[in-house]
């Protein structure tokens, strides 16, 4: 079963704005991770924030963490063409011991 | 990039036929994963390894094997492939100490079964 569950689904934006991207779990988690995948590749790790932490940086990225309500944000600031591709998060899973992955959000940065 | 070679990149095969799908890591690393890609469905697990000749089912294990022979390669075999073993399959490692750690995936092996 799916824990991460991304929103939106599809996100079209015009290059140089920011692109927010929400994740939702419903178990206690050991840490949130976000990787990206361009399309016919394989996913790339971008961050992973864990339970105790509130926010984490890389770059352009920005990433929040909010236990009590159970969900994080992966913001991507001065889009850029290529950051075109699907994003998806994914729970450690504290009690299963196991990374489960969201379906992922499209993202589509317009020229 | 981790050194994750996934083979074959492509295969087009019958129903009924057996098909081995090889994961080729340089990482040295301890945990290697296989996990298949639908649309609907996103990532799921089929099995994992955590050392030589250690390994257990993930949450779609049914009607596959693997075995791990080497620290370096993580075979994944379907014994008799079917149409609903249509996927990409993705081949993972992970330099962390438990199942919960950063994934570095390969680039996938397309699988279509005729």
């Known amino acids: 079963s799916q824990q991460g569950e991304e929103d939106p689904q599809a996100l079209s934006i015009q290059e140089g704005e920011n692109a927010t991207m929400n994740c939702s779990y419903k178990?206690?988690?050991?840490?949130l991770q976000w990787y990206r995948q361009n399309s016919g590749r394989g996913l790339v790790h971008l961050i992973l924030?864990?339970?105790?932490?509130r926010e984490k940086h890389s770059g352009r990225l920005r990433v929040t963490l909010d236990t009590s309500k159970k969900s994080s944000s992966l913001l991507i600031t001065a889009s850029r063409a290529a950051d075109t591709a699907s994003y998806f998060c994914?729970?450690?899973?504290?009690?299963?011991?196991?990374?489960?992955f969201g379906q992922g959000t499209r993202l589509t940065i317009n020229p | 990039d981790a050194g994750i070679t996934q083979s074959p990149r492509h295969k087009v095969t019958e129903t009924g036929t057996p098909v081995t799908l090889r994961c080729h890591q340089t990482?040295?690393?301890?945990?290697m994963y296989w996990y298949r890609q639908d649309p609907g469905h996103g990532l799921r697990l089929i099995h994992y390894?955590?050392?030589?000749?250690?390994?257990d089912k993930g949450e779609v294990s049914d009607g596959y094997s693997v075995s791990r022979s080497k620290t370096e390669d993580f075979l994944l075999t379907l014994e008799s492939a079917t149409s609903s073993q249509t996927s990409v399959y993705f081949c993972?490692?992970?330099?962390?100490?438990?199942?919960?750690?950063?994934?570095?995936f390969g680039e996938g092996s397309r699988l279509t079964v005729l």
């Open positions: 993972a490692i992970s330099p962390g100490t438990g199942l919960t750690g950063e994934l570095f």
């Open positions: 178990t206690s988690i050991n840490n």
């Open positions: 924030i864990r339970s105790n932490e």
């Open positions: 994914a729970t450690g899973d504290q009690g299963a011991q196991k990374l489960v």
């Open positions: 990482e040295n690393h301890r945990y």
């Open positions: 390894s955590y050392g030589v000749k250690d390994t």
